[in-house]
């Protein structure tokens, strides 16, 4: 049951207190979002956050009579947890009756999408909260079909901190519009493995700090970090890809040194794409995008496709 020792605050709620959970919530604090003081994660327990006090409860331990009060209080939940856990808390969540934001990858969208179907609530699928992603994302959209007679391959390096237990969602969202726009980009994440480099058909996803130094990632930043490179080859299609290139060259602009770097380029073979981010703090900016979206959509599935269109 909740605690009476405080009142509960008007707010966000976080679901997943881990890394990224947490930096988020410390993030919206940082840009005076309001937030809750009631989050959840694996064990209860109590969290000074941004010199605020938190509490940390379960979805085993949430008394049904809290329902009330938490629909009250509680103006969004923003879901950080992995994949298989979103399966199986999904229908605690539900249940909750309050719009989700859900940063989830990695999960069986049928199941997820069929429940969520059956409820009340809007539900916002966000599987990354930074703008200058979303902005990149609807940009592919825009570009015309590559023609049949064209075979470009998309090839993905991605790196992500030892401890994140899926691939990237990024990753795999880029490639796939890409496959949608007819670039040749095949892979197989089934056999995933987390805290190891693998290789996945044309997806590489590194988890071993060596090899993400030697990719260039700051010491300091091996816990903490998505870097990801794109190689698009080609034999002919050289107007569209320059076509491509100066779509996508303003995206730079959203470049802040040490934290984001957004960069496009020629190489021998074809164009090299580049977007890593160090540290976690500008994902609020999408969240806090979402939000506002969802307070003008009520009930309905919705996808980064709606937010940025």
Sequence with gaps: MLSNTTEVKKGVTIFGTGNLGLSLLKSLMDRDVPVSNKHFGID????????QNMEIITSVNFDSSDLELFREKVSCVIVTVTGAML???IDFLLRLQVPLIIMSTKFDEELIKSKIADSDISVMFLPNGLL????FWKRLQKLPMLGDEYEVTASLNESHQN???DPSGTGINTLNYLKQKGFKAEFDLSEFRPGVDGY???MACKR???SQLDLGVDEEFLDAHGYHTYRLNY???QDYMQSMYESLKSLEDYSIPGVFTFKIYFSQQGIIIIHNMNGRDFYAEGVIKSMNFLEDHKKGVYSVHDLIN
């Excluded at 209860?44 to 010199?51: F, G, K, Y």
């Design 44 to 51: 209860e327990s109590e969290l000074l956050v941004n010199e």
């Design 87 to 89: 399966e199986k808390e």
């Design 132 to 135: 200058a992603i979303i902005d």
């Design 163 to 165: 401890s994140k237990q």
């Design 200 to 202: 996945y058909g044309c």
């Design 208 to 210: 071993v700090a060596r």
């Design 235 to 237: 034999d002919m299609a």
